[in-house]
């Protein structure tokens, strides 16, 4: 018997994508409105009746042709472009161009929030000392 995995085995592709969606089985059993080990059966079986499969993608959030159409490799390829689409690559480095504020701004910010806090305190402080 060979090793090789199905390529059109839904329950794998299921497991998969529950993973990638940080979803443990006993959440989707829960949506589900069943329980873990009925989860573990569907993830183990080469397929599905339609009206479950529209109830599982409907708890992953998905849709049914992205189940049925779901690869290893397609994810990969979507991870990659938005990789290739979210940084520049310049001289060999990798630079983000999400910063939408300038950091030496927020540090004097920060800086003055403590000093106010600082001042807060010794007027506090004073206070105390004269009710004595």
């Given amino acids: 018997m060979s090793t090789l995995a199905k390529p059109n085995h839904i329950g794998r592709k299921i497991s998969r ?4 969606r940080d979803m443990k089985q006993e959440a989707l059993a ?3 409105g069943t329980n873990q080990q009925a989860v573990s059966a569907i993830e183990n079986s080469e397929t599905i009746e339609d009206a479950k499969l529209v ?3 409907k708890a ?5 042709e992205a189940i049925k159409n779901f690869s290893e490799d397609a ?3 979507y991870f990659n472009t938005i990789y290739d689409n979210d940084f520049s690559h310049s001289n060999g480095a990798i630079q983000s161009n999400n910063c939408s504020f300038n950091p030496l701004d927020k540090v004097v910010e920060l800086y003055e929030r403590l000093v106010l806090a600082e001042k807060e305190k010794v ?3 004073e206070k105390l000392l004269k009710e004595k």
């Fill in 17 to 20: 994508i529950r993973e990638l």
């Fill in 30 to 32: 829960q949506a589900l």
């Fill in 55 to 57: 109830e599982i993608a």
């Fill in 60 to 64: 992953l959030g998905v849709t049914v």
């Fill in 75 to 77: 994810v990969i390829n």
């Fill in 123 to 125: 007027e506090y402080l």
